[in-house]
């Protein structure tokens, strides 16, 4: 009987230290994509992070090999674009915005185009050169013929 | 499918079943004849054996075969799962359709003759301001401008910009006319009715992103403050001493009708690439139009750092009546990393006539956060002397102190308090300023 005991004891114990070993691992970082459309040749690595960073902010207007660039956005309240933001612009949504108000009133230029259903983004960037965008991955997997994962990003 | 198998066994049966009654129905014959045709039937019968076993194994493989296909054909939850799919993906984009249907409204769409793209912004500017002389104080909502932005991508490459602006605003007399102004008793001036200026008209032809050209009515690209230019940019809507008044061209025109050469390039492909810029312009002054100017300005940011440095340079003629001609040099330095947003421009004058000219500031700002920044401003400008009249111009030093309050990208507050020096009458006035700019 003490024996069973022990053992029933054992098997508790060591439920629970798996189960806060569990608890305080912290959940993995959500991973995202930016899609590219595969018409054109585009860099990839930190060149291409580079690259989609100028465009996007319209500090360039062509991809090296003279496409001409579409950038398009996520709505400010989706997490793919809070974690683009975040970590391939590198700023925060209010620098963010006083940019988009200076290229507005300097050059006339407007901020990307937002688009909310990931099944529109990937017709959006399939269907252009030069375009690009980005999702969550699992939002927009399998991603189809026309398009191609760039470059990947972790969440907030 | 599950029926072809079952009737493959079944024929397997029926085969057997047969075979045993063709067995039974064989009578064997004693005697040696009887024994030659027994061994005979014998091995008629095995033969036929080893056939319906053949028939028997083939039937099975069949039947395992149709079995394995079954596992590579659509099942009934599949298409569920795939109506799921298409049902959620239908939903969303009336979703969508809704939304566009609840912007766009029965009424009328407008729609632009020939453009590519067209988009119409603008802003709201408003000021109230209360100025302290040394003999007489005065108070007024001074400051109200409208102005609208247009915006059309008339080809893929061209551009037009337009800004026109319904103004009624009015500042200090010491600002306004600085020559005329009697600095120990502040004054607005007459608001009057509002009028109208076209700000800027410009279009531009971008033949790659380090060529392109800008004809029309364009704001002269010197220094920071003057091209960022637009109140709702800028942390003090009142800009530096040396670019008021507004349209004038205290040390510079503030704005050029001509035409420039302008574009910039990286310097590299990597994350903290730096960037080059430049300006080349030429054109006339509004209240100088026979008078050419001829400028300049050159800009290098560091990557990665947030620092642009930027050097310049003009040639021109401030009067139309005699030769009053002027060389302007100047250099910025704009420092705008982390919470910190630092500008700093000096400009200084070469005349052939009157006294030369000197502006400068420095201006740190500190971001508390999204929503506020904290600035300080120390402004000095020496007017030098009217190339007319030869009079001497006021000299004046002014210390700036103020927040900005943003609770929307599009919306800033403002408070501010202001304490100019002026030398020449010893003057000194102090300023509070409570201003709005609202921009869609």
């Known amino acids: 009987m003490a024996r069973t005991r022990a053992a029933g004891l054992s098997v508790v114990v060591a439920v629970a230290l798996v189960a806060g070993g569990l608890a305080a691992t912290p959940a993995a970082a959500a991973e995202y994509v930016l899609l590219v459309n595969t018409g054109n040749d585009h860099p990839s690595g930190e060149e291409g992070r580079a690259m989609v960073q100028r465009l996007f902010l319209k500090r360039a207007s062509q991809w090296p090999d003279g496409t001409k660039a579409f950038p398009l956005d996520r709505p400010a309240a989706n997490d793919a674009h809070k974690a683009f933001v975040e970590n391939v612009l590198g700023t925060s949504e209010s620098k963010l915005q006083s940019w988009w108000t200076k290229l507005k009133q300097e050059r006339g230029a407007t901020a990307p185009r937002a688009v909310g259903a990931p099944s529109l983004l990937k017709q959006a960037v399939g269907m252009r050169d030069g375009a690009f965008g980005f999702a969550k991955r699992s939002e927009v997997a399998p991603v189809p013929d026309n398009i191609r994962v760039l470059f990947t990003f972790d969440g907030s | 499918m599950r029926f072809r198998s079952k009737l493959a066994g079944g024929t397997a049966w029926i085969a057997l079943a047969a075979l045993t009654t063709a067995v039974a129905a064989t009578a064997v014959p004693v005697g040696a004849a009887a024994q030659d045709n027994e061994a005979g039937r014998i091995e008629k019968l095995e033969q036929e054996v080893r056939q319906l076993r053949e028939t028997v194994r083939q039937l099975k493989d069949e039947g395992d075969g149709e079995a394995a296909d079954q596992t590579n054909e659509v099942t009934l939850s599949d298409l569920d799962s795939e109506v799921e799919t298409t049902k959620k993906r239908v939903e969303r984009l009336e ?178 690439a730096d960037q080059i810029s430049y300006n080349l312009y030429t054109g006339n002054f509004t209240n100088n139009s026979t008078e050419f100017n001829v400028g300049g300005r050159v800009a290098y940011e560091v990557g990665g750092m947030g620092l642009t440095v930027g050097a310049n340079a003009t040639y021109g003629d401030r009067s139309d009546q005699r030769d009053a001609d002027y060389v302007v040099v100047g250099g910025d330095i704009k420092y705008d990393s982390g919470p910190i947003i630092w500008k700093n421009e000096i400009f200084a004058t070469d005349e052939d006539r009157g006294d030369n000219r000197l502006g400068a500031y420095t201006q740190p700002g500190y971001r508390l956060g999204e929503q506020w920044t904290a600035f300080y401003r120390f402004d000095y400008l020496d007017r030098g002397s009217d190339p007319d009249t030869l009079a001497a111009r006021l000299e004046s030093i002014e210390h700036s102190l103020g927040v900005n309050f943003q609770p929307h990208s599009n919306v800033r507050l403002r408070a501010i308090l202001r304490n100019t020096t002026f030398d020449g009458p010893d003057d000194d006035a102090q300023t509070a300023e409570l201003s709005a700019t609202l921009s869609f």
């Open chain 2, 95 to 272: 979703s969508i359709a809704q939304r566009v249907d609840e912007q766009v409204g029965s009424d009328a769409v407008v729609n632009a003759f020939d453009a590519v793209d067209l988009n119409l912004g603008g802003f709201l500017d408003l000021a109230a301001t209360h100025v302290n002389g040394e003999d007489d104080s005065v108070t007024s909502f001074n400051r109200q401008v409208a102005e609208l932005l247009v915006s059309a991508d008339i080809a893929e490459d061209w551009r037009i910009f337009w800004a026109q602006s319904f103004l009624r605003k009015a500042g200090p007399n010491f600002t306004q006319n600085p020559a005329g102004a009697d600095t120990a008793n502040p004054d607005f001036g007459n608001l009057g009715g509002a009028a109208t200026d076209t700000v800027l008209a410009w279009t531009n032809y971008k033949h790659t992103d380090a060529l392109q050209v800008q004809a029309g009515r364009f704001i002269t690209p010197h220094g920071i403050v003057n091209q960022e230019h637009f109140p709702a940019t800028l942390l003090d809507a009142t800009q530096p001493q040396f670019l008021r008044p507004f349209s004038g061209q205290t040390v510079f025109p503030n704005f050029t009708n001509g035409i420039q050469l302008h574009g910039s390039a990286f310097l590299g492909g990597g994350l903290d």
